[in-house]
């Protein structure tokens, strides 16, 4: 069941599926075809003004969106990420959000190789594990196909540092929209929860405020030579 009877998911995943076709195209269309690239066109898409884009069943419902850089401050430190993108949606008036860790892997006919101590640091804290999706996006079919990384990190064999695999029977990307929206995957955050991941995220955030409604507390400490995410975007509903 969505955790918000009152928003049109049918709207919500028309335009996550149109924000993420657009941002492929145009990165199919430049050079170099980078995974640090794609994150540049998803995350200008998924925060673009959308006017007149009301995602409500019954009472006019619109997205506020914004998207920062994660990043450890001070001269001496050298960033390393769990994951690519972090993406956050914010659910009011319920006092819920759900928090989503991306890492985008290049494929080509959805073929791909992983390396398995960049999908075991991707896992090393609790509040991200069952958070966590390996993301395949292809340069030939121009399509997503997503899994869990802990299923990911269960297909190594043995103690090997690489792994070839084939995306194509994963879940696409609207697939996993409705089920993660729908919390049949991936597990919701309360606001007042606390160490929650999301007000870990604040605390990296490059430029930003400083008021986030969730926060309670001190987050527990976090790895001193691993940040969660390279980006983060927040979605929140807002009724008018």
Avoid at 90 to 97: A, D, P, T, Y
Avoid at 115 to 139: G, H, K, N, P
Avoid at 187 to 206: A, C, G, H, R, W
Wanted: charged share 30%; proline share 4%.
């Amino acid at each position: 069941m969505p955790i918000h009877q009152s928003i049109d998911f049918d709207k919500v995943v028309y335009n996550a599926l149109s924000d993420c076709n657009y941002a492929v195209q145009q990165w199919l269309k430049g050079r170099p075809h980078s995974e640090e690239a794609l994150l540049n066109h998803l995350t200008a898409n998924l925060v673009r003004r959308r006017r007149g884009c009301d995602v409500g069943v019954l009472t006019p419902t619109y997205l506020q969106s914004e998207v920062y850089e994660l990043h450890r401050k001070g001269p001496q430190q050298k960033d390393l990420y769990g994951a690519d993108l972090a993406v956050t949606v914010i659910f009011q008036q319920e006092s819920l959000m759900k928090t989503a860790f991306f890492q985008l892997k290049r494929s080509k006919n959805y073929d791909f190789i992983a390396e398995r101590s960049q999908i075991e640091d991707s896992l090393t804290d609790s509040r991200v594990r069952e958070r966590s999706f390996l993301v395949a996006v292809d340069e030939n079919r121009r399509g997503f196909r997503l899994s869990s990384t802990k299923m990911v990190l269960k297909k190594f064999n043995g103690q090997a540092e690489n792994k070839k695999f084939n995306a194509s029977s994963w879940d696409c990307l609207s697939d996993f929209l409705w089920k993660w929206l729908s919390c049949d995957i991936g597990p919701i955050t309360k606001f007042k929860e606390p160490d929650n991941i999301e007000s870990l995220m604040q605390n990296f955030i490059v430029e930003g405020p400083d008021d986030f409604t969730w926060e309670e507390g001190e987050p527990e400490d976090y790895s001193e030579n691993l940040l969660p995410a390279r980006s983060w975007v927040i979605l929140t509903f807002v009724t008018k």
